[in-house]
């Protein structure tokens, strides 16, 4: 045999050797455990939490200061609006940990009194058990408006969403802005 075809053969064993590994096996028990009863999850590390956006969170409206967003005229003031487009979650177990990430992307337009530059936009990312808050972090980004352009995107990740490993698929991300009152850090 030539010298590349027995390399070749061996690097094909190598990486299916990788495809048998104990984190397939254990996938596949908690799919067949799923199976057998739905009340009995051996092993959880294929779960990933359910991501959503708060409803009645996805847009946030600013205004000049003094200018009530309920008052007549009020959108004829409007600085501007940002509205979150999109929320993604990566998950991984590590002991008895769920390590996630949770990324939110999204849009700020000018409104009418809009101008170029920095616009803060306060996102809030909680995690819950029913009515459990595991984790709760408000977040003040930044987006851009350059000169010449009347809107911008934003992308943001929270690296540091970890709670303890979880029983059963029960948990929840909810991603949305939030404008206050700020209780909680």
Known sequence: MAPMVVINLILLAALSACTSSGSVDALNSAKNAKKSSP??????????????????????????????KDSKNALQKLRYQATIQEVVRECNYVSQTLAMRVGVAGRVIN?????????????RIVVSRGEDVLYTQLHKIKASIVPGRSFATFRFVDEAVNIDKPAKENILIRVGFDEGPYNTP
């Not at 409104?111 to 996102?123: F, K």
Request: charged share 30%; aromatic share 4%; proline share 9%.
């Open 39 to 68: 009340e009995e999850i051996v092993d959880l590390r294929a779960y990933c939490p359910k991501t959503t956006i708060l409803a009645g969170t996805e847009t946030l409206r600013m205004f000049p200061k003094g200018v009530k």
């Open 111 to 123: 409104g009418p009194t809009g101008e170029t530059g920095d616009v803060e936009l306060p996102i």
